[in-house]
């Protein structure tokens, strides 16, 4: 078993990462809770034990449970449980899971203990770990949430071994950005790790910037490399619930390319930079072109909504320093850039 500790003083928790995690729940629950409101979806049946009592909430499958409604109902469940300010909410499942069941608990009773189970590799690569929770609203993805922290976080790599193909390539979407932005060359390398050791060295680097920058104040915005682009396309529905089957580790993989793209077209970068993004998302087999008939200025308006932005157009890009925030991109070179990849104007 690995741990890895996210360091935010009072608000510090560790993250298991190993075969088995889960089984370490009853001791990361927090030991004023008297009863556990365990938030999940259909089908996911790991078998965890709280070691307390314990209430079991449903919510639906995929981006379209990732909502306002969804929450509300939530709590509204928790209130008939009664669920009190002491007790704990636990989250197991993916990354929809974590990022529902955690803005459910940052607003429950102005905010409540949540501990993360995270069953997928999304999950335990990214989505549970930094207390980034939310859901989306039709005019863009992650538009309501709360920065709120977990009390703990299982990554149990078991639990891995049923997940479909699609699902591994979508966790593998956010490995290849922590490729670029982990501190060494860029490259597919840590592939050839056991597994526990490749989700701990992702783990490892989130926890680290989480540390340094909690609120999305500055270095944290590095953890949206390739996002704003595979944002946008799960907005104009290029996602599960589209009309193109595009997970969001794969549309993150096209971000990835597409940020290379922009920041060569800015004169940030040179060819073989570009290059060296394509060679890594392929080493992770992951796409790296657009889906056909996407329209470019769709993109554009999405994008306008993204959380980065400050009225501009603000996106993660490569230069000569490194991966870094560039805010005031103009339009027409997002445009021009998305029309050289395949988009249509």
């Avoid at 009863?35 to 449903?58: H, K």
């Avoid at 929809?96 to 409540?112: E, K, N, P, Q």
Wanted: with cysteine.
């Amino acid at each position: 078993m690995i741990s890895v500790g996210v360091d935010l003083g009072h608000r510090s928790y560790e993250v298991l990462v190993g075969a088995g995690a889960r089984h370490a729940l009853a001791d990361v629950v927090p030991a004023s809770a008297r009863l556990a409101a365990v938030v999940t979806q259909p089908g996911i049946d790991v078998g965890i034990d709280p070691g307390i009592e314990a209430e079991r909430f449903l919510i639906g499958p995929g981006e379209a449970a990732k909502s306002l409604s969804t929450v509300e109902e939530l709590c509204r469940g928790f209130a008939r449980a009664g669920l009190s300010r002491r007790d704990v909410v636990v989250a197991v499942g993916g990354g929809v899971v974590t990022d529902v069941a955690g803005f459910a608990a940052a607003t429950y009773l102005r905010g409540i203990a949540y501990v993360n189970v995270a069953t997928t590799l999304l999950a335990q690569v990214d989505a549970a770990i930094g207390g980034k929770t939310g859901v989306n609203l039709p005019e863009g993805k992650n538009l309501v949430g709360a920065f709120w922290q977990p009390a703990a976080v299982l990554c149990d790599t078991d639990v891995l071994s049923t997940l479909p193909r699609r699902e591994w390539a979508s966790g593998r979407g956010e490995m290849a950005k922590y490729a670029f932005i982990g501190g060494s060359p860029p490259g597919a390398g840590f592939l050839e790790l056991p597994l526990e050791e490749q989700v701990a060295r992702c783990v490892g680097i989130k926890a680290e910037v989480v540390s340094g920058d909690e609120r999305e104040g500055g270095r944290r915005m590095l953890l949206n490399y390739g996002h704003t682009l595979a944002h946008a396309l799960e907005a104009v529905g290029y996602g599960p619930e589209g009309g193109v089957d595009l997970r969001h580790g794969e549309a993150v993989a096209v971000g990835l390319v597409f940020a290379a793209e922009l920041a060569r077209h800015l004169g940030r970068i040179e060819d073989d930079r570009v290059a060296l993004h394509r060679q890594v998302v392929g080493q992770f087999d992951l796409p790296s072109d657009i889906p056909n008939g996407v329209s470019a200025r769709a993109l554009v308006a999405f994008m306008g909504r993204d959380k980065k932005a400050d009225h501009d157009l603000t996106f993660v890009l490569d230069g000569p320093g490194g991966v870094e925030p560039v805010g005031g991109v103009g339009a027409e070179d997002v445009l021009a850039t998305l029309s050289s990849m395949g988009c249509t104007r």
